[in-house]
C-alpha cells in the first residue's frame, strides 16, 4: 500500500523535528506524490472552492479590457508578453482573449505565457485554449519571461498559495508556531524556538497573537517588479488577504467548500493563507517599480465597468438575469468577494497610468 503524505510527513518529522508552516503548506500542495496541486486539483462548483472565473464570465472579460486598455497606454507595442501565473483551468485568460476580440490588434501582438507548477491544470488549461485566438506556451517561472517586449502580468488567486510562516508573540519573547508529530502518527501544532532571523512587527502585536511572514510572497513581489521594470508594463494582483499590516492567523484547508482541519489528510485539500499586500507591494518598491494603493475587488470591478456588462447580458438573455444579479453581487458586494479580495498593480514606468486605478 502506498505511504500517505500524512505519514511520510509524520515519519519526517519525527526524525528531523516539527516543521515550519510554509513548509508544511508548500508539501501539502506541491509534493510530487501526494500534493493537492501536484495530483488532484478540483476546482468549480463540484470541487473543493469556486475563483471568480469561475463566478461568471464578466470577471476575465473585464481582466481581458483592462489587458488591451493597458497595451494602449503602453503605445501599442507591435509585440506584447500576455502572461498569467496559476492560470487555474484556465477559464480566466479564455474570456479575456474573448473580450479582448475588440481590438484584433492587440491579439496579433500577444505572445501568451502561461506559468503554473501543476501537471493537472496544465492539461486542462491546454484543453480550454484549444480554440483560442493565441496559442499559450507554458514556463517554470518569472524568471523565463523575456524583457525584450513589453509585459502584462495577470495573477488572481496567486499570493493566497505563496505560505508564509507563523510566529506567536509568549510574553516578551517570540515562538514559532510548527507542525509535530506524535507516536501514533497524528499531526498537531506546537511552538518552537525560531531558527534564524526573525524580523519583529513593527506594528502591535497582543500576547498569543500570531504574526504571519511570508519570504514566498516577498519574492513574488520582487521578481514581478524585475520583470515589469526590466520590460515596461503592468501586472494585476487580485487576491483575497490584507491590505494593512496586522496580527491573525490566516492558515485554512477547503473541501468540498467547506473548511476542514488543514492537518488531518494533508494533499487532499487546497491549503492557504491570506495575501499579504503591504509585504509584496513594499518589495516592489525596493525593487525599481511602481505600485498601486489597494482597492477592494468589487471598487475595481465596478470602475472596470462589470455593472454595464451585467446589464447587457441580462438584456440580451432576459431569462438568464436572475443568474446575471447573483454573479454581479456574489463578484463585488461586500458580504462576498467584494470586500475580502483587494487588487493593486506593480507597473513601469512611473508614467503609467494603470486603468481602474486612477486617482
Known sequence: MTETLKARLAREISLTG?????????????????????????LG??????????????????????AVETWRRLGAPERLRLVEVGPGDGALIADALRAARVDPAFLEAVD?????PSAPLRQAQARMLAE????????????????????????????????????????????ERCVAATEDGELGFTLSAIAGG????????????TVEISAAQEGFGRAVAELVAAATGAALLIDYGRDRPGPGDTLQAL????????????GAADVTQWA??????EAALHTGADVTGCLPQGELLRRLGIEARARSLSA???????????????????DQMGELFKACAIFAPRSLAVPGFET
Open 18 to 42: 516539527p516543521m515550519p508552516i510554509d513548509a508544511f503548506v508548500t508539501r501539502c500542495l506541491h509534493d510530487p506524490q501526494g500534493g493537492y496541486y501536484a495530483t488532484r486539483p478540483a
Open 45 to 66: 462548483a463540484t470541487g473543493d472552492f469556486i475563483t471568480a472565473p469561475m463566478v461568471s464570465q464578466m470577471f476575465g472579460e473585464l481582466i481581458g479590457l483592462w
Open 112 to 116: 501568451l505565457i502561461l506559468i503554473e
Open 132 to 175: 483560442a485566438d493565441v496559442h499559450p506556451r507554458w514556463v517554470a517561472d518569472l524568471g523565463r519571461v523575456e524583457t525584450d517586449a513589453p509585459v502584462i502580468l495577470i495573477a488572481n488567486e496567486v499570493l493566497d498559495c505563496l505560505p508564509a510562516r507563523q510566529f506567536v508573540r509568549d510574553g516578551d519573547a517570540w515562538r
Open 198 to 209: 526573525f524580523r519583529r512587527p513593527t506594528f502591535d502585536v497582543a500576547d498569543g497573537q
Open 255 to 266: 473541501s468540498r467548500h467547506q473548511k476542514v482541519d488543514p492537518l488531518a489528510e494533508p
Open 276 to 281: 499579504d499586500f503591504p509585504t509584496v507591494l
Open 316 to 334: 440580451a438573455r432576459p431569462e438568464a438575469a436572475p443568474v446575471v444579479a447573483r454573479q454581479l453581487a456574489r463578484l463585488t458586494a461586500p
